[in-house]
């Protein structure tokens, strides 16, 4: 008799430590900004304001570009922060454009943004500074596999071995 998750292939998962660890560290930024009353503020937001604040309002397909997203991903971003009342759409250079910018909410926190930012940086160099290989590293080896041959070519081949995919 098997038991009843044996073939529940999401037992096992090398991502999920990953996934957990960011996790609770995003979860622990974000506790630091509700002891500052910084209220309805998602860690993932911090990026796209702090890059607004420095560069000045831009289009959802320019601040993709800077993020290094997909313009759909920005978009839901953009969606979800216009919501909290951290960004607003105004006019753009022409009629047909919109840009992202700045509300007066986010403009009051975006000092203590930015120094959460280097403290979080610096936290990391830390870290990294006292484990063998740092994250960083094993990011930038993972990066070059990948430039050899990619995560898809990968899949396909992994795929192409199991009878199931078929």
Do not use: C, N
């Not at 304001?49 to 320019?62: K, S």
């Amino acid at each position: 008799m098997t038991e009843p998750h044996a073939s529940d292939p999401t037992q096992h998962s090398r991502w999920r430590p990953l996934q957990s660890l960011q996790a609770s560290m995003d979860a622990d930024i974000a506790r630091l900004y509700a002891e500052k009353r910084v209220k309805g503020l998602k860690p993932s937001f911090v990026g796209e304001l702090l890059r607004l604040h420095a560069r000045g309002p831009m289009t959802i397909t320019e601040l993709a570009e800077a993020a290094g997203r997909t313009h759909s991903a920005l978009s839901q971003k953009v969606a979800a922060m216009r919501t909290a009342g951290w960004v607003e759409t105004v006019a753009g250079d022409d009629a047909r454009s919109k840009k992202v910018t700045l509300t007066d909410k986010a403009r009051e926190v975006v000092g203590r943004l930015a120094a959460e930012w280097r403290a979080t940086e610096a936290v990391i160099a830390d870290l990294e500074a006292e484990i063998p290989y740092p994250l960083s590293r094993v990011v930038e080896d993972i990066g070059q596999a990948l430039a050899h041959k990619s995560f898809h070519e990968r899949l396909k081949e992994k795929l192409a071995e199991d009878p199931a995919w078929d």
